[in-house]
């Protein structure tokens, strides 16, 4: 990439997301990193600055930058400045294609915080193979949607591997304990999520919607997963729906197929992959599940899915207090089980082998959120060489485990993010 004249932007830096993301950049990397902040408004802008003087007077100065969706000449003057941009607005499927466009056509990379399915699947269709024959890197849902399942995943994947030379037949991932609260912006989004049965359940439940063309005929056929209650003895908890696993699985399971691109091999040949959410007993997963089914069938009726977001939901740009997301956290756990050696299938004394993966972080929306936006853009400034080399990637619509893989999962850890994998 040609040189310059900044490592990152933060489009979007005005909205809830943006701004912690940007008080996550100042906070942790008060040198070494040359950005700004981009967005529709100066002066909303010039506030933000001021907010970021407050954790680094240093940035008095930083570089502010007039960009918006409608005008695609400004994402373009934008994007020509910097190696990778950072989107945080949302929705998407309103606001994000204009911006991938611009990237495609100044060479930028791009990295964003969306979950919404529709929007990722409608960039693969139109940007991925330019973005591949180009050599820019577009990674969405590099937000908690969804790196701690891609991530995770790939973590115990590559734990088989490397300790038992053995592929991965099934990974589990469970949302074990949750404290966290949304934003407008994300709420407005999750509605767009839901609102894909618009489109058919069909859309909704095919877990491989994501998967390359080239190798689908290779990926076993997802199960359709629909809201259900049941005791699992590994997490040692109830589960019930998981309102993202339609979102995450999708990522995960476009992970294994971009393997499977690169390499023959993907994650196993029978890899299979299913989300879900613990709860503290039958009853309240059973709520939780009802609670689900009912919740998402009102959202796909468009007059009620308004109605609900203009009288209960915060407005966009609106959100949790700092106190509430300090007091944020969750912990996700990834179960890992691979395939049996050749020739042993059906041996009484042969066993899969068996990975945990443990991920804990503070607030997902509004802390690790922000925090997985910016070290997965910073691996591209930092280390973009090894990126492609290690992953062997050159380009196109990927995801956070195939584009960053390891390389990602050491720089959070040396930012002292709970991320282990060990034999279960």
């Known amino acids: 990439m040609a040189a310059r004249k900044f490592d990152l932007i933060i489009y979007g830096a005005t909205g809830f997301t943006g701004l912690r993301t940007c008080q996550y950049l100042a906070r942790t990397y008060t040198e070494g990193v040359r950005w700004a902040i981009a967005g529709r408004s100066i002066p909303k802008l010039e506030e933000v600055r001021e907010k970021l003087v407050a954790i680094n ?3 008095s100065s930083l570089s502010i930058i007039k960009a918006d969706a409608s005008s695609p000449d400004s994402l373009e003057v934008m994007v020509a400045q910097t190696k990778v941009v950072i989107s945080t607005v ?3 499927m309103q606001y994000g ?4 466009a611009a990237c495609i056509k100044q060479g930028t990379h791009y990295i964003d915080s969306t979950g919404e399915t529709p929007f990722v699947n409608n960039i693969i269709h139109k940007y991925h193979k330019e973005a591949l024959d180009k050599n820019v890197i577009l990674v969405p ?3 908690f949607d969804s790196v701690p399942s891609d991530i995770g995943t790939k973590m115990v994947v590559d734990f088989i591997r490397k300790e038992y030379g053995l592929p991965t037949k099934s990974v589990k991932m469970s949302l074990l304990s949750f404290r966290g609260a949304a934003s407008g912006g994300t709420l407005a989004s999750a509605c767009n999520i839901i609102a894909e049965r618009q489109g058919g359940v069909g859309a909704m439940v095919d877990q491989n919607q994501l998967v390359p063309e080239s190798v689908y005929d290779k990926v076993v056929p997802a199960k359709i997963s629909m809201p259900c209650v049941y005791y ?3 997490f040692q908890k109830w589960q019930t729906y998981f309102v993202m696993s339609s979102s995450n699985e999708k990522i995960v399971k476009r992970s294994h197929g971009l393997a499977l691109e690169a390499n023959g091999d993907g994650y196993g040949p029978q890899f299979t992959y299913g989300e879900s959410l613990s709860a503290p007993g039958m009853v309240s997963a059973a709520i939780g599940a009802v609670g689900m089914s009912l919740g998402g069938a009102a959202l796909t009726v468009g007059p009620l899915r308004r109605f609900i977001q203009n009288r209960f939901m915060p407005a966009p740009g609106e959100g949790p207090s700092d106190e509430s997301i300090a007091k944020g956290r969750f912990t996700v756990h990834v179960i890992g089980e ?3 050696p ?4 059906g041996a009484a004394d042969t066993k899969p082998v068996r990975a945990l993966a443990v991920i804990q972080g503070g607030d997902p929306g509004y802390a690790e959120t922000c925090r997985y936006l910016v070290e997965g853009a910073l691996c591209l400034v930092k280390s973009e060489d090894l990126v492609r080399s290690e992953n062997k990637i050159k380009g196109g619509v990927l995801t956070p485990a195939h584009a960053f893989g390891q390389i990602l999962v050491h720089r959070l850890q040396d930012r002292n993010v709970n991320l282990t994998v060990s034999k279960l």
């Open 338 to 340: 691979s395939a049996l």
């Open 90 to 92: 949302g929705p998407f």
């Open 342 to 345: 050749e020739n042993t299938e």
């Open 57 to 59: 007077p240093a940035l």
């Open 97 to 100: 294609e204009p911006l991938v």
């Open 141 to 143: 849902q590099c937000g």
């Open 232 to 234: 699992d003895h590994d």
